[in-house]
């Protein structure tokens, strides 16, 4: 049984993405409060951490709203789910771009496809940065 707030975070997520099926909230509780880590389609995290984390930011700040009410301090973590689960780079992409990996042999294609690719780590870094804040 989901509890209110990974109900309140998954009912948020779900109308941001486009593959709400896969969205999933995980709670634990620490000696920090309550740790929520969400995980979606790794097409969908741009959707969820939004331009310079503004999303992302803004779904924490509706979380602390919530424990204020509910006497309890909480933390979001995006998780990246390219990686493999329990490896130590759960949160890193699980490989890295190359030049290679474009297989369009139209030179603007695959420019688009890099500058895509540089966007990604961009916002992967992003996020990772996020994760460290303590609000």
């Known amino acids: ?15 941001l993405v486009n593959s709400p099926e896969k969205v999933e909230v995980e709670r634990k509780i620490d000696e920090k409060g309550v740790l929520l880590s969400l995980s979606v389609d790794p ?3 741009g959707r969820v951490i939004g331009k310079r984390g503004a999303t992302a ?9 919530l424990g204020t009410k509910n006497d309890a301090r909480y933390n979001l973590k995006i998780v990246n789910t390219d990686a493999p689960e ?5 949160h ?13 042999e139209d ?4 420019e ?3 500058e895509k690719s540089d966007l990604a780590e961009k916002t992967r870094q992003e996020l990772e940065d996020l994760d460290d804040l303590d609000i």
Do not use: C, N, W
């Open 1 to 15: 049984m989901a509890t209110i707030d990974q109900q309140f975070v998954e009912y948020i997520v779900k109308t």
């Open 43 to 45: 097409e969908d995290v």
């Open 57 to 65: 930011q803004s779904i924490r700040t509706l979380l602390r709203a």
């Open 86 to 90: 329990g490896s130590p780079e759960h």
């Open 92 to 104: 890193e992409p699980a490989t890295k771009p190359t030049d290679e990996t474009a297989t369009s």
């Open 107 to 110: 030179p603007e294609d695959a």
């Open 112 to 114: 688009v496809e890099e």
